[in-house]
């Protein structure tokens, strides 16, 4: 009897060795999207059940492998690829993606992107997905900058000249000019020119030159110029903005002018006087045909001054001779 009772308790003990290990406790390992959470269940649970003891709540358009409705006995790993939406903007163009798990290397190769030579993005292949995360694929230019007197060449990934020269580190002033417009999208191989642009006032002494005037005089034979007075020039100050690009003036501008010296006309008397008739030639003494007797030498009769009306230093003398003869001397 004894050995029939022991045989038959370890044979309900076999039959219910099962059921004992089936209700019993297990961990469980989560992978919630790289997240990783262990949990201690009691068996048998549905994959639901166990998110549900650990407290995670799933998302429209979240995958869990195995389904929610699988039935576990033992320790198993659950995995919980959660659905995100990012913002791809590629070649100036953005769009939203949603997908489930996955990493921005996955991303780019679902969109069938593959990274060129000079090609950029901004976070790591290996990085994981996570809802609104902004993915951006760029490019690297390599531009020349001339800029204070120095010229570099190096690759950039900005967009526009004035992310460029923002990532270089060079502040414009509001007069500057840039070369493209700052507004330009980077192309490989620009060059890029920055004119530095300042303005000062300068005040300068100017001559002013002075005019000549003419007054008529009856006392000087006419056309005859004699200056009375002579001219003297004056000076005026006169300020100026001027224009410097890169140091060197461009232009400048009259702003405004203050005389602080009048210029001294210049005066030219010019005669009107008539002259005197002139006085009749000498006739000229006709050739002897032949060799005459000698004449008997002449004396002077008469001599009379005639002078000049406006100077009576200068004048003719009238001689006339014992001959009859009359001739005219200047003096």
């Given at each position: ?47 639901e ?6 407290e ?24 919980i690829l ?7 903007t590629?070649?100036?163009e ?14 780019l190769?679902?969109e ?10 901004n ?11 902004e ?22 990934e ?13 502040t414009?002033?509001?007069d ?10 980077v192309t ?29 005089d ?14 003297e ?25 203050t ?47 005639y ?17 009859g ?5 200047e003096?």
């Amino acid at each position: 009897m004894k050995r029939i009772k022991k045989a038959a308790l370890l044979a309900m003990a076999a039959c219910f060795l099962p059921s004992l290990c089936a209700c019993g406790k297990v961990t469980m390992q989560i992978d919630d999207n790289g997240t990783v959470t262990e949990l201690e269940v009691s068996m048998p649970r549905t994959v639901e059940q166990v998110l549900g003891d650990a407290e995670i709540t799933l998302n429209e358009g979240d995958e869990v492998t195995p389904s929610l409705d699988t039935k576990l006995s033992e320790a198993q790993e659950i995995s919980i690829l959660r659905t995100h939406t990012v913002k791809l903007t590629m070649d100036g163009e953005t769009k939203e993606i949603t997908m489930a798990g996955g990493t921005v290397g996955s991303l780019l190769e679902q969109e069938n992107i593959t990274l060129g030579e000079k090609q950029h993005v901004n976070h790591g292949l290996e990085e994981p997905l996570t809802d609104g995360m902004e993915i951006k694929v760029s490019y690297s230019y390599s531009i020349t900058v001339r800029c204070d007197g120095k010229t570099s060449t190096q690759e950039t990934e900005a967009e526009t000249v004035k992310n460029a020269l923002e990532e270089l580190g060079i502040t414009l002033g509001k007069d500057d000019r840039v070369t493209p417009a700052v507004g330009e999208a980077v192309t490989d191989g620009m060059e890029i020119v920055v004119e530095r642009v300042t303005t000062d006032t300068v005040v300068e002494t100017e001559e002013i030159g002075y005019e000549t005037a003419y007054e008529d005089d009856s006392s000087l034979p006419k056309g005859e110029e004699r200056v009375s007075r002579d001219g003297e020039n004056g000076q005026k100050e006169v300020s100026y903005q001027v224009t410097y690009v890169d140091g060197a003036e461009e232009s400048r501008e009259a702003t405004g002018e203050t005389v602080t010296k009048e210029p001294v006309n210049k005066v030219v008397r010019v005669g009107t006087k008539e002259e005197a008739p002139a006085a009749p030639p000498e006739a000229a003494p006709a050739a002897p045909a032949e060799e005459a007797p000698a004449a008997p030498e002449r004396s002077v009769v008469s001599k009379k001054a005639y002078y000049d009306c406006s100077d009576n230093s200068h004048g003719y003398y009238e001689i006339t001779y014992s001959d009859g003869s009359v001739e005219y001397e200047e003096f």
